[in-house]
Nanobody
């Protein structure tokens, strides 16, 4: 089993920045990759960014150039640096990990509003 705990969400003005963290614990050796999804009200959950064990990254086209995913293997933590935030980035952001099974955090709210 793997447990994921997100932190770092909040309210920010358009153009601002936030950094999300996802701390993982448990059977880390099972994991092939980690990433972030988001779900806005009335919309389906969608992938935002991911990073795999060799360190390759993926970004949704809507966040490319604004968001950066990174990881600290010593701390078993994945980060999502979000810059130039827009109102349409408002959503609950979920940490995701996969390694035979899928694991999800409980989510952290990000609200971009003036």
């Amino acid at each position: 089993q793997v447990q994921l705990v997100e932190s770092g969400g909040g309210l920010v003005r358009p153009g601002g920045s936030l950094r999300l963290s996802c701390a993982a614990s448990g059977n880390m050796f099972r994991l092939n990759g980690m990433g972030w999804y988001r779900q806005a009200p009335g919309k389906q959950r969608e992938p935002v960014a991911a990073i795999n064990n060799p360190g390759s990254t993926y970004y949704a086209s809507s966040v490319k150039g604004r968001f950066t995913i990174s990881r600290d293997n010593a701390k078993n933590t994945v980060y999502l640096q979000m810059n130039s935030l827009k109102p349409e980035d408002t959503a609950v952001y979920y940490c995701h990990a996969e390694g035979g099974e899928e694991y999800w955090g409980l989510g952290t709210q990000v609200t971009v509003s003036s």
